[in-house]
């Protein structure tokens, strides 16, 4: 069974927090000296949850996560998304799809579409020559 934990992006950071805060709604994050920073309310932030895989380096890979698959050619960045209808994580470039179970051999963690939304500049090219 996977690890239930989340993060989110909030003034300039990305904070990772879990299962009991989503069920208050708050957080409290740890600052650059590792003392809980103020309470974040959680409900108007972007959260992206925890897939359970790592990318072929280790990195753990979250929902929103910018992903370079080198099992397609080209390897341009996709992103992890949750396919609720599927019941899997999938990755997609806008109309480029992979709806299949993620594979951690073949996924390499980037960016995040918070903190890299430059990284997407590519899936953008893509959308406007279509």
């Known amino acids: 069974m996977r690890e239930i934990k989340f993060r989110a992006y ?15 709604g708050w957080a409290w994050p740890l600052d ?7 309470g974040i309310y959680l409900e108007d932030l972007p959260i992206q949850q925890y897939t359970g895989l790592h990318d072929k380096r280790g990195k753990e890979i979250y929902e929103g996560d910018i992903v370079l698959n080198h099992d397609f050619e080209p390897p ?36 995040n579409i918070y903190e890299n939304p430059e990284l997407l500049k590519p899936i953008k090219e893509v959308e406007n020559n279509e």
Not at 32 to 38: A, I, N, T, V, W
Not at 90 to 105: D, T
Request: glycine fraction near 10%; aromatic fraction near 18%; charge should be negative.
């Open 32 to 38: 650059s000296e590792g003392r809980h920073s103020d």
């Open 76 to 111: 341009y960045p996709y992103v992890v998304d949750w396919n609720g209808v599927m019941g899997w994580w999938q990755i997609y470039a806008k109309n480029i799809y992979s709806q299949r179970q993620l594979s951690e051999n073949e996924l390499e963690v980037i960016g």
């Open 10 to 24: 909030h003034n300039g950071r990305m904070f990772e927090f879990g299962f009991d805060e989503i069920d208050t």
